[in-house]
């Protein structure tokens, strides 16, 4: 009996021993102060050079309007013109396509060229025409007076046609007698005609027809002579119901066509004319931009249906 307890109290004792060694490790094992977290760091030098790149965007892609009458102005919408080259822009401008031959009186809406109708302005500012094309009238206008006084006018003296904005008209003549575009007379009328007024039809110089196409418009018309732009074009500064334009014909077909712009720094004479506008002027840096309000101005006497399709182009340079 004595022996059987002192073999039991060995056995407690080593296991009282061994239970302290693993509660005293465990407790070691929690306890134990977790090291701090060390950051480290290097660098390298970026070195990027960008090249030399002019390019500019014009959005959106394309504009549309739908279901207007004849004689009505389009909804207003936005362009943004942005330079997205690496170059500054000095100058931004704008061209468009225009029709090959007269639409009007072919009752085909494919003849006309939508973009013949678009009217520019900047974000607070009067509109003008980009670069639109008329045409002489091929029938002839039984009501009008030419500048020697005939009515019908003499077809052989003079061309003649309208300065077409939607719901009205100016009436102009061109004195293509003398074979060359350059010196030659031309007359612009005052007052515009429309389906509610007659507006200018007597060109009739014993009218009251006055000197002066740049000047403001006065009650009865105007001339002045063409000045020679090269490349077979002569262009002069005109206004055009108080709207500054110039106006420009070409010699190769003398008076078969006249076109009068005001943002086309493309179009003939523009470096000398004043009344031919480049639409920004400054310094556009790379990544801002500017933004055109534009819209239709669809005259009266065009047929229905969809017309051709037109481009409006936007012109950036860095000089």
Known sequence: MVILGVWKMKRLIVFLMLFCILFSG??????????????????????????????????????SWGAIDPGSTGSIKQAQIENIGSTNLTKIWFNVTQPSSNPYGTGSNGSYRSSNFVW?????????????????????????????????????????????????????????????????????GDVAHSKEATGTINFDPGGGCTSG???????????????DAGNNWCYADANIGGDSYVIGINN??????????????????????????????????????T?????????????KGRLNTGTLFVIGTNE
């Not at 196409?213 to 018309?221: E, Q, S």
Request: charged share 20%; proline share 5%.
């Open 120 to 188: 520019i302005s900047k974000e607070s500012g009067n509109y003008y025409a980009v670069d639109r094309l008329e045409f002489n009238e091929t029938r002839s206008l039984v009501y009008l007076t030419d500048p020697d006084g005939n009515m019908p006018p003499n077809e052989t003296k003079f061309s003649y046609g309208r300065f077409r904005n939607a719901s009205f008209e100016y009436f102009w003549f061109l004195d293509k007698s003398g074979g060359n575009c350059d010196g030659a007379t031309f007359y612009l």
């Open 26 to 63: 465990s407790l070691f094992l929690k306890f134990t102060p977790k090291a701090a977290a060390v950051n480290v760091s290097d660098s390298s030098d970026i070195i990027l050079d960008v090249g030399e790149k002019t390019l500019i965007d014009l959005t959106p892609s394309s504009f």
């Open 291 to 303: 933004v055109a309000n534009i819209t239709v101005y669809l005259s009266r006497g065009v047929a």
């Open 213 to 227: 196409l740049n000047n403001a418009p006065g009650t009865t018309c105007r001339s002045g002579a063409l000045t």
């Open 252 to 289: 190769t077909d003398l008076g078969y066509a006249v076109r009068w712009s005001h943002w086309n720094q493309d179009f003939p004479g523009a470096d000398s004319a004043s009344n031919d506008e480049t639409f920004y002027s400054g310094l556009l840096y790379p990544g801002n931009s």
